[in-house]
């Protein structure tokens, strides 16, 4: 069983970090779920809100919803904020930037007419999924994928390097082969053509007329579909390459300091050193 924080504050703030902070107590997960619901709807509302049709008859209720909503989630910020012994380092964690940016846009909209929309930022709060239905096997898998794509970093920048030197050359050859009246007016404007089409997405707003520019710009498309599969070997080689299992993590919060990704064994936080 997962240590419990040490009794270094008063009861009722611990009870409350209990609750908000962790998942492993049937009062915190039902506070969890309650959250995930509440960002749900509330993203609903916004959403429909963008909608001409609802929005005309609805618009009021719609607006009256998301203002609710706000006041709820501006509560629960200012709670987390009282409850922790360090609010400055949750303000300025990944997951306290997140509460607090999907509370602003609703007061900026009083300024700022559609800054509403920027809502839907609070599907990003949808990440305490992991840690509120005990998925934090996913949480190793994903920074298994993070460290081969690190690894594999120097790779990708040769491959796009070469990439971008490419299309730079096929660009400026179709803009001097096919010319502006056929609608390649610059060399930037060309250059947009040979990214289109060799990544395969063909908008079909630019296309050669002539023979050259048609051979040209058949040997691009040739080229798209043998090196889209590059990144992908590159990174699949380095997830294949022996480098341990994932790492797994217990699912604890350090009420000092918010660090996650403990290791299971672990009884002091990895980061401040405060026992778990």
């Known amino acids: ?19 908000i902070f962790e998942s492993d107590t049937p009062a915190g997960r039902a506070f ?39 006041v709820i989630f501006l509560i629960e910020y200012v709670a987390r904020l009282v409850v922790v012994r360090r609010p400055l380092t949750y303000a300025l964690s990944l997951l306290g930037i997140v509460d607090f940016l999907s509370v602003v846009p609703t007061l900026i909209s009083l300024a700022l007419a559609g800054s509403q929309y920027l809502l839907v930022i609070r599907t990003l709060r949808l990440l305490r999924v992991f840690r509120i239905f005990k998925l ?94 590059v990144p992908t070997g590159i990174v699949s080689a380095q997830m294949a390459a022996p480098s341990g299992t994932s790492p797994t993590y217990k699912q604890v919060i350090c009420h000092v300091c918010q660090a996650t990704d403990h290791k299971p064994e672990a009884e002091y936080c990895w980061r401040c050193g405060e026992k778990l």
């Open 32 to 70: 969890d779920i309650i959250l995930l619901w509440a960002i749900l709807l509330s993203v609903l509302a916004v959403m429909l809100e963008s909608v001409q049709r609802i929005n005309a008859v609805y618009g009021p209720i719609l607006r009256a919803v998301e203002w609710v909503f706000t």
């Open 1 to 19: 069983m997962e240590a419990r924080p040490q009794p270094t504050t008063p009861g009722w703030r611990l009870r409350a970090y209990s609750i």
């Open 136 to 229: 934090g096997q996913f949480v190793g898998e994903g920074e298994f994928i993070v460290r081969a794509l690190k690894a594999s970093r120097f790779k990708i920048m040769v491959f796009l390097t070469a990439v971008l030197t490419l299309v730079i050359i096929i660009g400026t050859l179709m803009y001097v082969v096919e010319g502006g009246q056929n609608g390649f007016t610059s060399i930037p404007q060309s250059i947009y053509w040979a990214i289109v089409t060799l990544t395969t997405v063909g908008y079909g707003d630019i296309s050669p007329v002539t023979v050259l520019g048609r051979t040209l710009a058949s040997i691009l498309m040739i080229l798209g579909y043998a090196i889209i599969a």
